[in-house]
């Protein structure tokens, strides 16, 4: 399972952080990924994380304003969103992978969480 937290309303140019913790997976095995979907609009991967942390890849519109990091320890995975925007609106969600690459086709993933909600006032 894969349980995400700290979404909320924040306004434009603030921050949040968003966690997940994972349970019944080899964690420290597995790609993470964090995906959004606003409404109306396709699920998109934001941010992604190889299993050893030593590789990162971002989508365009949140690079240099978002973070991805993974805590094997604890079995998290975090996603640290700054200078956010109305359009980071949406409901966010991680997910799992037990590909060796990090890969933004949401249908790469095995394993999702329920989602948080964030959204960002103008």
């Known amino acids: 399972d894969l349980v995400e937290s700290g979404g909320g309303l924040v306004q434009a140019g603030g921050s949040l952080r968003l966690s997940c913790v994972a349970s019944?997976?080899?964690?420290?095995?597995?790609?993470m990924g964090w995906f959004r979907q606003a409404p109306g609009k396709e699920r998109e991967a934001v941010a992604l994380?190889?299993?050893?942390?030593?590789?990162?890849r971002y989508v365009d519109s949140v690079q240099g304003r978002f973070t991805i990091s993974k805590d094997n320890a604890k079995n998290m995975v975090y996603l640290q969103m700054n200078n956010l925007k109305p359009e980071d609106t949406a409901v966010y969600s991680c997910?799992?992978?037990?590909?060796?690459?990090?890969?933004?086709?949401?249908?790469?993933?095995?394993?999702w969480g329920q989602g948080t909600q964030v959204t960002v006032s103008s």
């Open positions: 994380i190889s299993w050893t942390s030593t590789l990162t």
């Open positions: 997910a799992a992978s037990e590909y060796l690459i990090p890969s933004y086709v949401a249908g790469d993933y095995q394993y």
């Open positions: 019944g997976l080899p964690f420290k095995d597995y790609v």
